[in-house]
């Protein structure tokens, strides 16, 4: 540990846990927990007018999640160093958190000792993922890379109006509203749907749709229902 104690900013909504964190910081790591937080707008403001060496930061929280708050902080120039305690059992998570370059991740399962040491370390300027996080962590890299590239290639086979009309579909608008939309008929809605269901290699709106989703495609927004599907 440096000279001066580490100073450590809690983010954590549940008092009873937030207390074990700060026991784990100050009896055992030796650390000085400067500011505690439940909410994710506060975390980002408490983080930029405290500028701690280290900040326990639990994933799901009101407001903004976990996640949004590092994400934010790191677009902000922050150098403060982020241990993720989580009870979430999302591997996105673990995925994303790497992305974001965050320096440590903890089952909030773990003991307190387990809190103190992963605090010191990231205070050392040291990561704490094991070894099975990072290898989690390719796999679902090359699951992502794979999904990305596949969804390239399927937009290549799409003209410009079966994108447009696929993403509406994905979107719940029928035939009739399409075409309403794209100032065309039903009719010509209907041959670029069977023109698309052809190129994407599936039997329906269903598949074509699930598939849309399955690869990102489009962004999915709410829309009335349609009637005719």
């Known amino acids: 540990m440096p000279a001066s104690p580490t100073s450590v ?17 100050v009896e055992l790591a030796g650390a000085e927990v400067v500011g505690e937080v439940g909410h994710g707008h506060r975390a980002v403001e408490e983080a930029v007018r405290l500028r701690p060496d280290v900040i326990v930061l639990d994933l799901n929280i009101p407001g903004l999640d976990g996640i949004e708050v590092a994400r934010r902080l ?48 990231v205070a050392r300027g040291e990561r704490t993922f ?50 309403a939309q794209l100032g065309i008929s039903e009719r010509s809605v209907r041959t670029h749907i069977s023109a698309l269901y052809r190129r994407l290699g599936v039997r329906g709106r269903v598949a074509a749709v699930a598939l849309a989703m399955e690869l990102g495609l489009f962004p999915v927004r709410p829309t009335t229902d349609a009637s005719d599907r």
């Open 130 to 179: 094991t070894p099975e996080q990072e290898s989690s962590a390719a796999a679902q890299l090359e699951t992502v890379a794979h999904r990305a590239r596949r969804a390239a290639a399927i937009r290549s086979r799409l003209t410009a109006r079966q994108r447009v009309v696929l993403e509406h579909m994905t979107n719940g608008l029928g035939a009739r509203e399409i075409a």
């Open 9 to 25: 900013l809690i983010v954590e909504d549940h008092p009873v846990v937030r207390n074990l964190i700060r026991m784990a910081c």
């Open 74 to 121: 790191r677009a902000m120039g922050s150098t403060s160093r982020i241990l993720v305690l989580t009870g979430r059992q999302d591997e996105r998570d673990l995925l994303e958190a790497l992305r974001l370059g965050v320096d440590g991740f903890l089952d909030k399962r773990t003991s307190s000792a387990a809190i103190a040491e992963a605090v010191r370390a």
